[in-house]
């Protein structure tokens, strides 16, 4: 297995190029699933994760070829599909889930694996499931694997959440744009991967309202068409390249990155003391003190403070001036980069879903290991502020959400290699 080496750095500066989305393009990708005709993604990230989409998606019948070195993907579902998500495939990764809907939507069946739990908490997919029977599918679980019917078609239905799901809001989405009627989703999640799978669903002929807001309704069609579809940029790599400036000190430019995507983010990088301005090119973060200030982070569903960068900050508050408080409310175990940053000499207590943070001059490089994707690159953001050699092992955690990531940091000037295993 490959490790990431970083060294301790100087300032780093210069211009980072933003990828399309993760999270979008594996929800994006499964709505090929809802049309004959082909559906084109550009702006696709190159990622581990991708690749175990595509794989699950031609599994079940879907042609996609990777185009431009893998930022193009064009899909088409035109053949008998197959209604079967094998467990070898989706047991890889969680947005497998997210073929559920549209199977449903196309065929009148799908069976899908559980994608079981992982490092960062047992996911459940009640939420999933209930939203998808309210529109009239019967699920029941056996052997592992979810089966779910509909006798005569999903028909429209109101449906409230008990929680935002983002999966659970994209499935709904996704089955109810060719169920029969009218459909509404309350307490949906808004996160702005759901405002671009909307957008995808739009161009494909869905009729759409509310996304972005946690009321979306749909009014079902009888058949989408082609269309073609940029993959909204990522709010998650953007966040996480912030941070190097932040770490490190200097100047960097995340291109193609906007405050609407970060906002809440930016507000505790703001807090921090680091300065974050907008233009056409994207988003440039500038550390111009010492060291940050310490800041208190609860992660919520957007537009709150991402989970997703909660290991992130965790990693810029270890050298903070002052204690700070991160409470994770999404995940119950998503504080597994702790202990590793607290073997590079970060002070840091957990408690439950909180974690407090006495911030320390500076880290020292350690070997360490990477659990899952966001606590690997938090590592390697650690890495950098710290002195002496840090070596991530276990980085496939990493290539499944972020694309050449030694070359984008070594291009604003960061010491960091991949050391093949
Ligand atoms: C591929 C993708 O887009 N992944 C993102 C998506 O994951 P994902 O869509 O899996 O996240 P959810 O919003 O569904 O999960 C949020 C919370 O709801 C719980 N839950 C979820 C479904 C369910 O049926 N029952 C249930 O209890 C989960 O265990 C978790 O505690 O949103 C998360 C929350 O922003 C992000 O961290 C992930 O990066
Ligand atoms: C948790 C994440 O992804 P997934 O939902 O695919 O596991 C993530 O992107 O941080």
Known sequence: MDSILVRG???????????????????LMPATLLSEEPLTLTNAPRL???KTMTALLTSLGAEISSLQEGKVLTMSSHA???????????RKMRASNLVLGPLLARLGHA???LPGGCAIGARPM?????ALEALGAEIELKDGYLHATTRGGLKGAVHKMRFPSVGATENFVMAASLAKGTSVLENAAREPEIVDLVACLKKMGAQIEGEGTDRIEIQGVDRLHGATHPVVTDRIELGTFMLAPAICGGEVTCLGGKLSLVESFVTKLNEAGIEVTESARGLTVKRTGDRVKSVNVTTEPFPGFPTDLQAQMMALLCTATGTSVLEETIFENRFMHAPELIRMGAQIEVHGGHATVHGVERLKGAQVMATDLRASVSLILAGLAAEGETVVSRVYHLDRGYEFVEKKLSGIGAHIERIKA
């Open 9 to 27: 750095n100087g300032p780093v500066t210069g211009d980072i190029e933003i990828a399309g989305a993760k999270n979008a393009c594996l929800t």
């Open 80 to 90: 008998d599909l197959n209604p079967v998500a094998d467990y070898e495939i989706v």
């Open 111 to 113: 069976v899908v694996s």
């Open 126 to 130: 009640d939420l999933h499931t209930t």
């Open 48 to 50: 581990s994760d991708i």
